[in-house]
């Protein structure tokens, strides 16, 4: 079965009307709607739009058949909708009931292409009511038109102002001689000018403008009295940056001076006292900036702020700024030579096999010696003799006086031919090390960041990016979390970035989780102030995010501004100020791994070499005194252990 939108509405219609109790009040005088329909009807032919319907809130006080033959002369050509909630005694029944009937009709705002709604009543406390609730469930949003129509005077709606200043909405008053005066509240306005009269209707003077202002104005596109708003801010390199003057500076303050200068406000900068941008708290509260602007602490906050579908709970997004996504931020390391370079050329496992064939020659030179032994030597000294043979060809000292028998030249031409590729090998690369040196990037993805014990990740606190992760269950942002509880995660706030910056290239044991830009911005100034690439980006990014600037819930200035912002974008001028900020972010942004170097070598770089020949002499030493110990052994019947090696 298909149903059409108006039909849709019909039905839910007569479902809330005959839901609702029906108490009608004594028509002591002519219904409101009635008299005031004409003027309605002439407000609306300017001012309703194509495609719109109709939301009506009555108060029980209209009649069903004014009602309909009223609404039917508005031209609403996409339907319209009826809800009554009748007057009581008690405000507290009467509240209830228009929280649900507001909720009702939110509903259909959201299935409708444009809406305005009307609230017709003579009862102040209906029409406080009826807006507080509109406000309160989300009825209205700046493209949702209001218009409340009443014969109460002006003086006794002033408890309205903060209301219908901020919405986009207008006052219908029908006076005793049946005049409509059509009233507009400019939001941030004196006291004496809160209320201006935009127009009059009358039967015999029709329709009359009083202003420039047309119906329903764009009031919060230009503010007309230049108010002074709060704006929460914290630095945040590149976009927001304090410059230890307590004055903020940026591409994302540029824009907000061109917004203010635009729309006509000042402003004034308030920081968040835990210094972050905001996250929901267990109980439900939020904190940073994202916390001020929810509780209308602050009107604006200037971010930037990646958005959220659970920050959409607490404050409204402008139009996009920006995109940025976050990459691994570590300290290159020194191009510096390693003095136990010379063992680098092999790995462990190849010396370790080198040593092992040494082992393996003397035990085949023992066996065959026993077998084919030769018969001017004694057993000890054949195998002692071929196994010195075999570590003067190591070490590419003279071989001269090889074997005799076979078996002695066939194990030393292949050991020869080992050692011939082992050495030119050696040699080749020991050359390479010492003259291209390699400077190590070691963290190009999160999972070469996760899988190394050593190293510790510092995130930047209360970020969207940092409450996704915390958020995850599983994978390896889970990962990340855990590596908490050994240590392995610091988290740190925004003013604490170039002090951790400066760590990192010191220890290449951290790496910084930050945004794209941000770290730019950081290689740029420390390439500013030092003339070097410290830091390196890691290929790999990750976690997207769209960035903007926030408002208070179902603010009209969030749309204005959104307005104005589209037009910076659009026009590259945001990009113009970060590259400004970025003139020496290419130096550093793909530094070399390798480089070629000329200088000559110092002690520093070669003390391992002389290590190993000072610990050589000590273990010739040792054997000495062994052989000395051996000779004293074998020579009892002397008092010098001396004597026999001199005789």
């Not at 028509?27 to 002439?42: F, I, K, N, Y």
């Not at 070691?442 to 995130?459: E, G, I, W």
């Not at 209360?462 to 590596?483: L, N, P």
């Amino acid at each position: 079965m298909i149903v059409d939108f108006k039909s849709l509405q019909l039905l839910l219609t007569v479902t809330v009307t005959v839901t609702l109790a029906k108490i009608y009040l004594p028509h002591s005088l002519e219904e409101t709607l009635r008299v005031a329909g004409a003027g309605v009807a002439a407000v609306a032919a300017r001012a309703l739009r194509p495609q719109c319907s109709i939301i009506l809130f009555i108060d029980g006080s209209t009649s069903a058949t004014t009602v309909f033959s009223e609404l039917e002369g508005l031209g609403a050509s996409w339907g319209f909708t009826v809800f009554e909630v009748t007057a009581e005694s008690n405000s507290a029944n009467q509240e209830a009931r228009l929280s649900r009937v507001v909720a009702q009709a939110r509903q259909l705002r959201q299935m409708s292409w444009c809406v305005t709604v009307m609230v017709v009543s003579d009862d102040s406390t209906f029409l406080a009511a009826s807006v507080k609730w509109a406000l309160k469930g989300r009825l209205l949003l700046w493209s949702t038109r209001f218009l409340a129509i009443t014969r109460r005077p002006l003086s006794d709606l002033s408890h309205l102002y903060t209301s219908f200043s901020m919405m986009n909405a207008m006052l219908l008053i029908l006076d005793a001689s049946s005049w409509c005066s059509v009233y507009v509240h400019l939001p941030y306005s004196p006291m004496e000018t809160q209320v201006v009269q935009v127009a009059s209707w009358s039967p015999h003077h029709n329709l009359t403008f009083h202003t420039h202002l047309q119906l329903f104005p764009e009031k919060f596109s230009r503010l007309k009295y230049g108010p002074l708003l709060v704006v929460a801010a914290e630095e945040f390199p590149p976009h927001v940056v304090n410059d230890n003057t307590k004055i903020f500076k940026g591409p994302l303050v540029n824009l907000l001076n061109l917004l203010a200068h635009s729309v006509n406000f000042t402003f004034k900068f308030s920081r968040p006292p835990d210094g972050a941008w905001g996250l929901k708290r267990p109980d439900g509260s939020w904190s940073g900036m994202i916390g001020m602007v929810g509780r209308q602490e602050a009107d604006l906050g200037l971010g930037p702020f990646g958005i959220s579908s659970i920050r959409a709970e607490m404050v409204d997004f402008t139009r996009l700024i920006l995109v940025d996504y976050i990459r691994i931020m570590g300290g290159r390391g020194r191009s510096e030579v390693d003095p136990w370079g010379f063992l680098l050329p092999l790995q462990p496992l190849v010396w370790t096999f080198l040593l092992a064939t040494l082992l393996m020659l003397l035990g085949t030179s023992f066996v065959l010696s026993l077998y084919f032994p030769r018969r001017d030597t004694s057993l000890a000294s054949q195998v002692t003799t071929n196994f010195g043979l075999y570590i003067r060809v190591l070490l590419q000292q003279d071989t001269r006086g090889g074997g005799k028998h076979w078996w002695e030249r066939l194990v030393l031409g292949g050991w020869l031919v080992m050692v011939l590729v082992l050495s030119r090998t050696y040699a080749g690369m020991l050359t390479s090390i010492l003259a291209v040196r390699y400077i190590p990037q070691p963290y190009q993805t999160l999972r070469d960041l996760v899988d190394d014990s050593r190293a510790t990740m510092v995130f930047e606190a209360g970020t969207i990016s940092m409450q996704y992760i915390q958020s995850v269950q599983s994978g390896i942002f889970r990962e990340v979390m855990d590596s908490q509880k050994v240590g392995r995660l610091m988290l740190v706030t925004t003013a604490e970035y170039l002090k951790v910056a400066d760590t990192i290239a010191k220890k290449g044991s951290q790496a910084l989780i930050v945004e794209d830009l941000t770290s730019k911005v950081i290689m740029t100034e420390h390439f500013s102030l030092t003339g070097q690439c410290d830091f390196y980006q890691s290929r790999e990014v990750f976690l997207p995010a769209f960035f903007c600037m926030i408002g208070q819930k179902e603010s009209p200035l969030v749309p204005a501004l959104s307005n104005r912002i589209k037009l910076v974008t659009e026009a590259g001028l945001y990009d113009y100020w970060m590259k400004q900020l970025s003139i020496n972010s290419t130096r550093c942004e793909r530094p070399p791994t390798r480089i070629t170097v000329k200088t000559t070598l110092s002690l520093a770089n070669l003390w391992g070499m002389f290590t190993v020949l000072a610990g050589g002499l000590m273990l010739g030493l040792v054997v000495l005194v062994l052989e000395v110990f051996t000779a004293c052994l074998h020579h009892t019947r002397n008092t010098s252990c001396l004597v026999p090696l001199s005789s």
